[in-house]
């Protein structure tokens, strides 16, 4: 009698956890159509601070709210442009798209568009640098450019990569429907033949481009094809999901 009162109150006991923790269980189960093995490819991200913390603006997935993170302490910029893998958890999330567990955040130097005036051409330079097909996409409101950098010989000689528009808006903005930019690199004759990615983001929201506008022509100087320019639609560009998963940047000499 004793051994089935003390089996009864267990029993109880077992069905008092699950009930408990039952619904922490339905939010993380397939309902939501996420796992805990669930992650994303590199992806594009702006950070945004509030308060004491801080999210991401993801181009692809809207507003991240990370409630976990692999990354240990982070120093959040507003504004500043990463690239991220990161784990969904729960959409609609506190006033955010979805709450994420980070499993990666990388920072990548973020630019704004400059100026070219006949006082700055020589410091925005004009050397070839080397960018592959498909490397440079608009997405978020940016232009975002990886490329293999032909590494200087000092930390203290950064190469310097700028995104420019011209000083007259009669030329940035064409009769021919499309904003007219460069990408400029200087190297300042500083180049070691060894190799590294690099990476940028420019802020496009600067420019105010009509919503009229076409798209975009970029002029640069490639290594492979000299002086070439690029058109991008602005009705056809979108978010670039297939980003390199092991790019490393953390060699890359750039300002």
Known sequence: MKRTLIMKKLHWLFMAICLAVMPALQSCDDNDGYSLGDFTPPLWATVRVTGNAFYLNCDVWGTLWPVNTDIGWYDAVDGQRVITVFNPLWDDYAGYDHAVKLLRLQNVLTKEVETLTPETEEEFGNDPVRIYKGDITIS????????????????????????????????????????????????????????????????LNSLDIPSETKGIKLKLNSEENGEVEVTFDLKTVGSNEKLTTNVDLSNMQLK
Do not use: C
Not at 162 to 187: A, K
């Open 140 to 203: 978020g409101g940016y232009m975002n450019i990886f490329f293999m950098q032909n590494l200087p010989s000092s930390t203290d000689n950064k190469h310097r990569i700028s995104l420019v528009r011209p000083q007259e808006d009669d030329t940035l903005y064409g009769e021919d429907g499309y904003v007219h930019l460069e990408l400029r690199y200087n190297d300042y004759d500083d180049l070691t033949g060894r190799r590294s990615p690099g990476a940028v983001s420019y802020n």
